[in-house]
């Protein structure tokens, strides 16, 4: 967010400095057909970082495995603009019990996963990975893009495999680490699972959770937890 912040600060510099700069002859017409492009370009990217705030993301999401059994957890809180919710829920088994979900990032686009994807069967000459990246991704972009569902980010329990899915869908393993997280509270989760280690997965879901719920105002319990198997 710090990013985004900084950078429509300095596009501002730009244009104040751009439109304001003194001239000692009237504009040309290329210059002001330059000047009315750079206000085009401030007014989208005004739109663009509006949508930005309010798709943020005020969430927790917590991935852990352990002898092969997956944890996916996460908190209830929604935040669009100023208005707060606390009972949403942000983590979902699929239809058949393959996969457990955890998403952070656009509501509407997590709820159009839980509801509307459907992931082919992983062929017999696939690796887990190799489904992940050519079959899995691809049904959720198939699947956000026809139902709109906007951008997120997922974690995904699947085969005793523990995946993060990106913003960009690069698909990313978490296994050999043991856990990971998304969402707003992503850096007090790590940091708290990372102290924790050696504590039952219930009891660092419940600390990492609560930790980013005490320093983040977009997360807030309850908690709620899915296991795999």
Wanted: charged content about 20%; aromatic content about 10%; hydrophobic content about 45%.
């Amino acid at each position: 967010m710090s990013n985004r912040i900084f950078l429509l600060f300095e596009t501002w510099f730009v244009i104040i400095q751009s439109l304001f700069e003194k001239r000692r002859t009237s504009p040309t017409k290329e210059e002001a057909m330059r000047k009315r492009n750079i206000l085009m370009f401030f007014l989208i990217l005004c739109v663009c970082f509006v949508y930005c705030v309010k798709n943020a993301g005020a969430t927790a999401i917590v991935g852990i495995i352990q002898d092969g059994r997956i944890w996916v957890s996460g908190d209830s809180r929604a935040v669009s603009g100023y208005t707060i919710t606390d009972d949403v829920q942000k983590v979902f088994k699929s239809e058949d019990g393959r996969f457990i979900v955890g998403f952070a990032g656009s509501l509407k686009g997590g709820q159009v996963l839980q509801y509307f994807l459907k992931v082919p069967l992983q062929e017999k000459n696939q690796t887990v990975l190799e489904f992940m990246v050519k079959t899995f991704v691809p049904a959720i972009q198939k699947c956000l893009s026809e139902k709109n569902g906007g951008m997120v980010e997922i974690i995904v329990g699947y085969k005793s495999r523990l995946f993060l899915i990106d913003s960009e869908f690069v698909v990313i393993e978490s296994t050999l680490r043991g856990f990971d997280a998304i969402g707003i509270g992503r850096a007090y989760c790590l940091g708290s699972l990372c102290a924790t280690e050696g504590m039952s997965p219930e009891q660092r879901i419940k600390i990492a959770i609560e930790a980013a719920a005490r320093f983040n105002a977009a997360v807030a319990p309850p908690i709620n937890v899915l296991t795999l198997p």
